[in-house]
């Protein structure tokens, strides 16, 4: 069963703009991993966040993640054709030795 | 590093035709997993290893789908009778054992259509 839940499933937006993923989760959690994929490719990773931390930053990157409320949030700053792909969130539990569930991803287009 | 190798990176085949796909690790991981990805269903973890013991196959479809690891450098995932519903891109990702950056490291995936 997934684990995840990214919300929107499709965001466009300009070139430049600031783009904002959600996900939620429903069982508690070791970590939480962002992960993009471009069309036809593999996953890459592009930040962990851990159950004991509010916010991370990589660059362009900023992820929250509010354990009382089961959410993260991916945002990109000043976004960039190359950042159209897929964004998936994904959750490594407890009691689930190594066990990491992704969620369905946010497809986002970057408009030149 | 070469990263995870997959292989191959497309297959046909004909229902009732058993397929196998092959992922070779990076050198020095001690975990790797196996996920089936569709537009409907997303990401699906099928089974993961560590130290090349299966340690957790629930999300293995059906008795149809097995693997193996008979090493640390070398994993395979067989679907024997393939059937349509089986066409997903397959990916194989690799992670170190408790070096716990958590990162799983991916192949480009094998994409499965079974006809």
């Known amino acids: 069963s997934q684990q995840g839940e990214e919300d929107p499933q499709a965001l466009s937006i300009q070139e430049g703009e600031n783009a904002t993923m959600n996900c939620s989760y429903k069982?508690?959690?070791?970590?939480l991993q962002w992960y993009r994929q471009n069309s036809g490719r593999g996953l890459v990773h592009l930040i962990l966040i851990r159950s004991n931390e509010r916010e991370k930053h990589s660059g362009r990157l900023r992820v929250t993640l509010d354990t009382s409320k089961k959410s993260s949030s991916l945002l990109i700053t000043a976004s960039r054709a190359a950042d159209t792909a897929s964004y998936f969130c994904?959750?490594?539990?407890?009691?689930?030795?190594?066990?990491?569930?992704f969620g369905k991803g946010t497809r986002l287009h970057i408009l030149p | 590093d070469a990263g995870v190798i997959q292989s191959p990176r497309h297959e046909v085949t004909e229902m009732g035709q058993e397929v196998t796909l092959r992922c070779k690790p990076i050198s020095g991981h001690n975990s790797l997993f196996w996920y089936r990805q569709t537009m409907m269903r997303g990401l699906e973890l099928l089974i993961y290893?560590?130290?090349?013991?299966?340690?957790?196959d629930s999300g293995m479809p059906e008795d149809r789908f097995s693997a193996k690891m008979p090493n640390a450098s070398f994993s395979t995932l067989k679907i024997q009778p393939s059937e349509p519903r089986d066409s997903a891109v397959y990916f194989c990702?690799?992670?170190?054992?408790?070096?716990?950056?958590?990162?799983?490291?991916f192949g480009e995936g094998s994409r499965l259509t079974v006809l």
């Open positions: 994904a959750t490594e539990s407890p009691n689930r030795d190594d066990k990491i569930i």
């Open positions: 990702a690799s992670s170190p054992l408790r070096a716990r950056t958590g990162e799983l490291f």
């Open positions: 069982t508690s959690i070791n970590n």
């Open positions: 290893f560590n130290n090349n013991v299966p340690i957790d």
